[in-house]
């Protein structure tokens, strides 16, 4: 699977939209780019997925670049409760189903 | 839905002795489900894979003695840590791939996980 690559924090205010990338320039074309978050001493929670089309949830919105080399995950209106630790992770279809989670980026929403 | 639980949530025990962890899936049934362990601030790495009714698949530098893996039915493993010692002591998640009916775009579903400390 392909390698991801992410800024190790960030801060965002609270009310704010959190902007979260993540750069996988070695993604194949049957790699999926998957997001998943973990608030502390919890399991990994998942919050979206995609293939090259952005994604929105009732979590989030994935923005994947036209290359699909990289891509953003937007929380529009972060809350202390996003405060986490959050994966991307590439995975391809075919894969035995397996995660392998990178260091992720540590947010940190402040009031 | 798309719930997974962990039983116990914590565990102390003596050096020595086997610790049992449970990971099930509560409404649907998962084909694999899979065992990671993390230590104190750092990532999660994957111990192994097991499928329903079938060995599991272990990582490399994973005793498989060590950690017994049973996925003895579509909504229970169990993780068995034999003879633990402290550098055993971990926190323990497990995870379950519910498939989505005709895309293979499976999501994995992670549990609360287990903190395990050996004395």
């Known amino acids: 699977d392909a390698k991801t690559t992410q800024p190790p924090s960030m801060d965002c205010a609270e009310g704010r939209a959190a902007n979260l990338p993540c750069n996988h320039s070695?993604?194949?074309?049957?790699?999926?780019v998957y997001w998943y978050r973990q608030i502390h001493s919890q399991g990994p929670q998942y919050i979206i997925h995609?293939?090259?089309n952005n994604e929105t949830n009732e979590m989030a919105s994935l923005i994947i670049t036209e290359d699909r080399k990289s891509s953003t995950l937007i929380l529009p209106h972060a809350t202390l409760r996003d405060t986490a630790v959050y994966y991307c992770i590439v995975r391809a279809f075919y894969n035995t189903d397996k995660l392998i989670f990178g260091t992720g980026t540590r947010l940190q929403v402040f009031p | 839905g798309a719930v997974v639980s962990q039983h116990p949530s914590w565990v102390i025990c003596k050096s020595g002795t086997s610790v049992k962890i449970e990971c099930r899936s509560l409404?649907?049934?998962?084909?694999?489900m899979f065992w990671y362990r993390q230590f104190p601030k750092q990532s999660l790495m994957l111990m192994a894979t097991s499928n329903e009714g079938s060995k599991a698949t272990y990582e490399q530098g994973v005793e498989k003695d060590k950690f017994l893996i049973n996925h003895a039915s579509l909504t229970l493993s169990t993780l068995t840590v034999t003879s633990a010692h402290p550098e055993d002591s971990s926190f323990y998640i497990c995870?379950?791939?519910?498939?989505?009916?005709?895309?293979?775009?499976?999501?994995?579903?992670f549990g609360p996980g287990t903190r395990l400390t050996v004395l």
């Open positions: 995609g293939l090259k």
């Open positions: 070695t993604i194949s074309g049957n790699e999926y």
């Open positions: 995870s379950a791939t519910q498939l989505s009916s005709g895309i293979y775009t499976d999501t994995q579903y």
């Open positions: 409404d649907f049934q998962a084909t694999t």
